[in-house]
């Protein structure tokens, strides 16, 4: 409310303020944009990859079919363990390692075809914001000691799978 009474008051101040924020980067900068733009969405997906908002996610079978030799009969309750999932190393391979050259259509944070979420454009653009305001700290880095250790949660069926990690910045 401040910065509108200044603008407000001070019109060469809103014409600036204007000026900068409907200038767009020059044609040169545009692919150094995008890369930067690529490997902040890059950085989410891993992210939500380690630590999907919908960890577990129940379906009720449409028809009767069959996964991996077993048998599901039509309107049977499913469920989807989405971070198992998303931690099977036939399509991702190191799964404990976070890597941001990994296949962007491999990941089901978002959900896929008619259950894709409503919400994804908006949780993205969010999630870049938030993204790019935590790269601009000051001296990120992780927690000396245990706490910036990454800490394991149990999968399921398998191995133990990474949960969360302290970070420090300075002011």
Excluded at 97 to 118: E, I, M, Q, T, W
């Amino acid at each position: 409310m401040k910065k509108a009474r200044v603008a407000a008051q001070n019109p060469q101040e809103a014409e600036r303020t204007r000026t900068l924020t409907v200038q767009s980067p020059s044609a040169a900068a545009q692919p150094e944009l995008a890369k930067a733009q690529s490997k902040v969405d890059a950085i989410i997906r891993e992210c939500l990859r380690f630590n999907p908002v919908a960890p577990v996610i129940f379906r009720a079978c449409e028809a009767d079919t069959e996964i991996q030799g077993k048998q599901i009969k039509k309107g049977t309750l499913v469920c989807l363990l989405m971070k198992t999932a998303m931690f099977d190393e036939t399509v991702f391979p190191n799964p404990d390692h976070f890597k941001l050259d990994r296949d962007s259509n491999s990941y089901l944070s978002f959900g896929v075809s008619p259950h894709a979420c409503g919400g994804q454009e908006v949780a993205e653009t969010v999630l870049r914001i938030v993204v790019k305001r935590l790269l601009l700290l000051k001296d990120l880095r992780r927690a000396a000691g245990p706490a910036g250790e990454v800490q394991y949660m149990f999968g399921l069926d398998g191995p133990p799978l990474p949960d969360s990690m302290v970070v420090r910045f300075s002011r």
